[in-house]
Protein backbone atom coordinates (compact mmCIF):
# COMPACT_ATOMS: atom_id res chain seq x y z
CA UNK A 1 0.00 0.00 0.00
CA UNK A 2 1.06 3.67 -0.81
CA UNK A 3 1.91 5.61 1.90
CA UNK A 4 -0.47 8.46 2.70
CA UNK A 5 0.05 11.74 2.25
CA UNK A 6 -0.05 14.27 4.88
CA UNK A 7 -2.37 16.91 4.59
CA UNK A 8 -1.39 20.68 5.44
CA UNK A 9 -1.14 24.16 4.88
CA UNK A 10 2.23 26.50 5.70
CA UNK A 11 0.56 27.14 9.27
CA UNK A 12 -0.17 23.73 10.30
CA UNK A 13 4.08 22.92 9.38
CA UNK A 14 4.89 25.64 11.02
CA UNK A 15 3.12 25.25 13.99
CA UNK A 16 4.77 22.02 14.60
CA UNK A 17 7.82 23.91 13.67
CA UNK A 18 7.71 26.30 16.46
CA UNK A 19 6.85 23.81 18.92
CA UNK A 20 5.71 20.30 18.68
CA UNK A 21 3.74 20.65 22.10
CA UNK A 22 1.09 23.24 20.02
CA UNK A 23 0.79 21.43 16.97
CA UNK A 24 -0.27 18.55 19.31
CA UNK A 25 -3.19 21.18 21.11
CA UNK A 26 -4.07 22.60 17.86
CA UNK A 27 -4.71 19.39 15.72
CA UNK A 28 -4.07 15.78 17.51
CA UNK A 29 -5.86 16.18 21.31
CA UNK A 30 -9.80 16.44 20.76
CA UNK A 31 -11.18 17.77 22.10
CA UNK A 32 -8.92 20.29 21.86
CA UNK A 33 -8.02 22.49 24.75
CA UNK A 34 -9.67 25.80 24.37
CA UNK A 35 -7.67 28.74 23.44
CA UNK A 36 -7.01 31.97 25.21
CA UNK A 37 -8.81 35.42 24.13
CA UNK A 38 -8.46 36.85 20.78
CA UNK A 39 -5.54 38.66 19.99
CA UNK A 40 -5.41 42.32 18.84
CA UNK A 41 -2.80 41.91 16.64
CA UNK A 42 -5.03 39.06 15.03
CA UNK A 43 -7.82 41.07 14.79
CA UNK A 44 -5.88 43.91 13.27
CA UNK A 45 -4.57 41.31 10.36
CA UNK A 46 -7.77 40.23 9.69
CA UNK A 47 -9.13 43.51 8.78
CA UNK A 48 -6.23 44.85 6.71
CA UNK A 49 -5.74 41.73 4.33
CA UNK A 50 -9.64 41.85 4.39
CA UNK A 51 -10.10 45.01 3.01
CA UNK A 52 -7.30 44.26 0.73
CA UNK A 53 -9.03 41.54 -0.76
CA UNK A 54 -12.41 42.97 -1.15
CA UNK A 55 -10.74 46.53 -2.80
CA UNK A 56 -9.94 43.91 -5.59
CA UNK A 57 -13.36 42.68 -5.83
CA UNK A 58 -14.50 46.22 -6.95
CA UNK A 59 -14.79 47.45 -10.84
CA UNK A 60 -11.44 49.31 -11.58
CA UNK A 61 -13.86 52.57 -11.72
CA UNK A 62 -14.59 51.95 -8.24
CA UNK A 63 -10.77 51.87 -6.68
CA UNK A 64 -11.00 55.00 -5.79
CA UNK A 65 -9.17 56.50 -2.27
CA UNK A 66 -12.65 57.15 -0.96
CA UNK A 67 -13.71 53.58 -1.46
CA UNK A 68 -11.03 52.44 1.32
CA UNK A 69 -12.55 53.79 4.58
CA UNK A 70 -15.66 52.04 3.91
CA UNK A 71 -13.91 48.70 2.83
CA UNK A 72 -11.85 49.17 6.02
CA UNK A 73 -15.01 49.55 8.70
CA UNK A 74 -17.41 46.74 6.80
CA UNK A 75 -14.27 44.31 7.33
CA UNK A 76 -13.29 45.54 11.15
CA UNK A 77 -12.42 43.21 13.72
CA UNK A 78 -13.13 44.45 17.26
CA UNK A 79 -11.85 41.98 19.90
CA UNK A 80 -8.74 41.84 21.73
CA UNK A 81 -8.22 45.69 21.78
CA UNK A 82 -7.89 47.21 24.94
CA UNK A 83 -10.71 50.05 25.16
CA UNK A 84 -12.35 51.93 22.57
CA UNK A 85 -10.08 54.37 22.11
CA UNK A 86 -7.60 52.08 21.15
CA UNK A 87 -9.31 50.57 19.21
CA UNK A 88 -10.15 53.42 17.13
CA UNK A 89 -6.33 54.73 16.67
CA UNK A 90 -5.84 51.54 15.56
CA UNK A 91 -7.98 51.90 13.19
CA UNK A 92 -6.98 54.93 11.95
CA UNK A 93 -3.05 54.11 11.68
CA UNK A 94 -4.80 50.80 9.71
CA UNK A 95 -7.02 53.29 6.91
CA UNK A 96 -3.20 54.97 6.67
CA UNK A 97 -1.41 52.27 5.91
CA UNK A 98 -4.38 50.82 3.52
CA UNK A 99 -4.49 54.54 1.71
CA UNK A 100 -0.97 55.36 1.13
CA UNK A 101 -0.49 51.45 0.01
CA UNK A 102 -3.05 51.36 -2.23
CA UNK A 103 -2.32 55.13 -3.37
CA UNK A 104 0.55 53.40 -5.18
CA UNK A 105 -1.11 50.83 -7.21
CA UNK A 106 -2.96 50.98 -10.46
CA UNK A 107 -6.32 50.37 -10.18
CA UNK A 108 -7.12 48.58 -13.19
CA UNK A 109 -4.00 46.38 -12.99
CA UNK A 110 -5.80 43.26 -11.53
CA UNK A 111 -3.52 40.31 -10.05
CA UNK A 112 -3.89 36.87 -10.81
CA UNK A 113 -5.14 35.94 -7.57
CA UNK A 114 -6.10 37.62 -4.57
CA UNK A 115 -6.57 35.00 -1.35
CA UNK A 116 -6.10 32.57 -3.76
CA UNK A 117 -5.89 28.41 -2.76
CA UNK A 118 -2.94 26.81 -4.79
CA UNK A 119 -2.45 23.01 -4.02
CA UNK A 120 0.16 20.42 -4.92
CA UNK A 121 1.22 16.72 -4.42
CA UNK A 122 4.16 15.32 -3.62
CA UNK A 123 5.88 12.63 -2.92
CA UNK A 124 5.24 13.22 1.04
CA UNK A 125 2.68 15.84 1.00
CA UNK A 126 -0.77 17.21 0.04
CA UNK A 127 -0.08 20.59 0.23
CA UNK A 128 -2.65 23.55 0.16
CA UNK A 129 -2.34 27.40 1.24
CA UNK A 130 -4.01 30.72 0.32
CA UNK A 131 -1.58 33.34 -0.67
CA UNK A 132 -2.77 36.86 -0.79
CA UNK A 133 -1.76 37.85 -4.13
CA UNK A 134 -0.24 36.30 -6.91
CA UNK A 135 0.93 38.86 -9.56
CA UNK A 136 1.60 38.44 -12.94
CA UNK A 137 4.77 40.12 -13.98
CA UNK A 138 7.28 40.56 -16.95
CA UNK A 139 10.34 38.50 -15.67
CA UNK A 140 13.73 39.10 -16.66
CA UNK A 141 13.47 37.78 -20.47
CA UNK A 142 10.25 40.19 -20.65
CA UNK A 143 7.86 36.32 -20.06
CA UNK A 144 5.15 36.62 -17.57
CA UNK A 145 6.17 35.55 -14.47
CA UNK A 146 4.34 34.28 -11.17
CA UNK A 147 5.06 37.04 -8.13
CA UNK A 148 3.87 35.72 -4.81
CA UNK A 149 2.87 38.71 -2.49
CA UNK A 150 2.13 38.48 1.08
CA UNK A 151 0.75 41.11 3.28
CA UNK A 152 2.24 42.11 6.79
CA UNK A 153 1.12 44.27 9.35
CA UNK A 154 3.21 44.10 12.53
CA UNK A 155 5.64 46.52 13.78
CA UNK A 156 8.33 45.41 12.86
CA UNK A 157 9.18 45.66 8.86
CA UNK A 158 10.80 42.48 6.63
CA UNK A 159 13.92 42.41 4.87
CA UNK A 160 15.18 40.41 2.13
CA UNK A 161 16.42 37.50 4.66
CA UNK A 162 12.88 37.08 5.70
CA UNK A 163 11.58 36.88 2.42
CA UNK A 164 14.50 33.92 1.60
CA UNK A 165 13.88 32.60 4.40
CA UNK A 166 10.27 31.92 4.49
CA UNK A 167 9.39 28.41 4.16
CA UNK A 168 5.45 29.44 3.34
CA UNK A 169 6.12 32.12 0.72
CA UNK A 170 8.46 29.04 -1.23
CA UNK A 171 5.54 26.40 -1.09
CA UNK A 172 3.25 28.71 -2.19
CA UNK A 173 5.96 29.78 -5.33
CA UNK A 174 5.79 26.02 -6.06
CA UNK A 175 2.34 25.39 -6.26
CA UNK A 176 1.87 28.36 -7.99
CA UNK A 177 3.94 27.61 -10.76
CA UNK A 178 1.95 24.06 -10.86
CA UNK A 179 -1.30 25.40 -10.80
CA UNK A 180 -0.38 27.85 -13.26
CA UNK A 181 2.14 26.86 -15.48
CA UNK A 182 4.22 29.67 -15.14
CA UNK A 183 7.56 30.24 -13.71
CA UNK A 184 7.00 31.66 -9.89
CA UNK A 185 10.76 32.51 -8.44
CA UNK A 186 10.08 35.74 -6.59
CA UNK A 187 8.18 36.11 -3.88
CA UNK A 188 7.86 39.57 -2.18
CA UNK A 189 6.72 40.49 1.77
CA UNK A 190 4.89 43.79 1.59
CA UNK A 191 5.23 45.54 5.07
CA UNK A 192 1.97 48.37 5.21
CA UNK A 193 2.94 50.44 8.17
CA UNK A 194 6.32 50.76 6.74
CA UNK A 195 5.75 50.78 3.29
CA UNK A 196 8.04 48.87 2.38
CA UNK A 197 8.91 45.54 0.26
CA UNK A 198 11.28 42.95 1.38
CA UNK A 199 12.04 40.64 -1.98
CA UNK A 200 13.71 37.22 -2.98
CA UNK A 201 14.42 35.68 -6.28
CA UNK A 202 14.35 32.20 -5.44
CA UNK A 203 15.76 29.22 -7.52
CA UNK A 204 14.92 25.78 -8.39
CA UNK A 205 17.50 24.62 -5.96
CA UNK A 206 15.95 26.84 -3.28
CA UNK A 207 12.33 26.30 -3.75
CA UNK A 208 13.93 22.15 -3.63
CA UNK A 209 15.13 22.78 -0.40
CA UNK A 210 12.39 24.29 1.41
CA UNK A 211 10.15 21.24 0.20
CA UNK A 212 12.88 19.19 1.35
CA UNK A 213 12.30 20.90 4.86
CA UNK A 214 8.52 20.63 4.75
CA UNK A 215 8.83 17.22 3.97
CA UNK A 216 10.80 16.46 6.73
CA UNK A 217 8.82 17.79 9.03
CA UNK A 218 5.79 16.23 7.70
CA UNK A 219 7.45 13.16 8.10
CA UNK A 220 8.04 13.62 12.03
CA UNK A 221 4.38 14.40 12.38
CA UNK A 222 3.24 11.50 11.19
CA UNK A 223 6.30 9.46 13.04
CA UNK A 224 4.62 11.37 16.24
CA UNK A 225 1.19 10.71 15.97
CA UNK A 226 1.35 6.98 15.12
CA UNK A 227 3.20 6.95 18.04
CA UNK A 228 0.82 8.54 20.27
CA UNK A 229 -2.26 6.48 18.10
CA UNK A 230 0.06 3.28 19.08
CA UNK A 231 -0.48 3.83 22.63
CA UNK A 232 2.95 6.45 23.18
CA UNK A 233 3.07 9.15 25.74
CA UNK A 234 1.48 12.40 24.05
CA UNK A 235 4.20 14.65 25.75
CA UNK A 236 6.67 12.61 24.59
CA UNK A 237 6.05 12.14 21.19
CA UNK A 238 5.30 16.46 21.01
CA UNK A 239 7.51 17.76 23.21
CA UNK A 240 7.46 21.58 24.18
CA UNK A 241 9.71 24.49 22.61
CA UNK A 242 10.04 26.87 25.35
CA UNK A 243 10.79 30.42 23.89
CA UNK A 244 9.82 33.84 23.08
CA UNK A 245 6.77 32.26 21.06
CA UNK A 246 5.27 30.97 24.53
CA UNK A 247 4.53 34.76 25.86
CA UNK A 248 2.10 34.58 22.49
CA UNK A 249 0.61 31.12 22.32
CA UNK A 250 -3.25 30.39 22.41
CA UNK A 251 -2.63 27.54 24.58
CA UNK A 252 -0.07 28.62 27.27
CA UNK A 253 -2.44 28.50 30.06
CA UNK A 254 -2.21 24.74 29.39
CA UNK A 255 1.42 23.69 29.43
CA UNK A 256 3.54 23.59 31.86
CA UNK A 257 6.48 25.72 30.34
CA UNK A 258 4.15 28.14 28.84
CA UNK A 259 2.87 28.80 32.08
CA UNK A 260 6.42 30.09 32.91
CA UNK A 261 6.27 32.38 30.39
CA UNK A 262 5.82 36.47 30.70
CA UNK A 263 1.60 37.35 30.52
CA UNK A 264 1.16 39.18 27.68
CA UNK A 265 -2.05 41.57 27.35
CA UNK A 266 -4.24 41.01 24.34
CA UNK A 267 -3.37 44.36 23.46
CA UNK A 268 0.75 44.53 23.95
CA UNK A 269 1.72 43.40 20.07
CA UNK A 270 -0.90 46.35 18.55
CA UNK A 271 0.62 48.66 21.97
CA UNK A 272 3.68 48.87 20.51
CA UNK A 273 2.35 50.33 17.06
CA UNK A 274 1.60 52.83 18.85
CA UNK A 275 4.66 54.14 19.97
CA UNK A 276 6.25 56.98 18.81
CA UNK A 277 8.96 55.41 16.85
CA UNK A 278 6.54 52.87 15.44
Known amino acids: MPERLFVCTPSKLGSYTDCPRRYRYSYVDRPAPQKGPPWAHN ?14 ALPPDRRRPDAVAGLLKATWVREGYRDVEQERELYRRALDWLESYLDGLEPGDDPLGVERVVAVKTAVLAFNGRADRIDLRPGPDGEPELVIVDYKTGRSGSDADDARGSQALALYAYAAERVFRRPCRRVELHHLPSGTVATHEHTPESIARQLSRAEDT ?7 EKAV ?3 GDPDEAFP ?7 TWCDYRRHCPAGADAPVKEQWSAVERLLAPDA
Do not use: K
Request: hydrophobic share 40%.
Open 43 to 56: SLGASVHTALRNWY
Open 218 to 224: ARDIMAA
Open 229 to 231: ADG
Open 240 to 246: TSPGTLC
